[in-house]
Nanobody
Framework: QVNLMESGGGSVQAGGSLRLSCSGS????????MGWFRQAPGKEREAVAS????????NYAQSVKDRFTISQDKVRRTVYLQMDDLKPEDTAIYYC???????????????????WGQGTQVTVSS
């Protein structure tokens, strides 16, 4: 059975930090493109970051670059999203997904990702 699950969400004040985790089973972890997306109320889902599990090449949305860091633990089949200097506009449900295309042209296209987690809420207060 294929599953993917996020954890680590919560409520923080602006300037604070959170680390999200994403782990799962039932799919090939190696040679895979893992991504983090988010969706705020009333807004479309947007790509946040991606990592290619073999090369560890990463991509970031401009809005989170230099504040968020995507990383992985291959042994644990877990991808992390370290979020620092959080801002109220980062408030959203954060989803991880696998199966995408991690080149710089396609990494943010959610239609390439075929397995999604249920999401974890991140709330940043001012």
């Amino acid at each position: 059975q294929v599953n993917l699950m996020e954890s680590g969400g919560g409520s923080v004040q602006a300037g604070g930090s959170l680390r999200l985790s994403c782990s799962g089973s039932g799919y090939a972890y190696s040679s895979n493109c893992m991504g983090w997306f988010r969706q705020a109320p009333g807004k479309e889902r947007e790509a946040v970051a991606s990592i290619l599990t073999d090369s560890e090449a990463t991509n970031y949305a401009q809005s989170v670059k230099d504040r968020f860091t995507i990383s992985q633990d291959k042994v644990r089949r877990t991808v992390y999203l370290q979020m620092d200097d959080l801002k109220p506009e980062d408030t959203a449900i954060y989803y991880c997904a696998t199966g995408g295309v991690c080149n710089r042209f396609s990494w943010s296209d959610s239609s390439y990702f075929d397995i999604w987690g249920q999401g974890t809420q991140v709330t940043v207060s001012s």
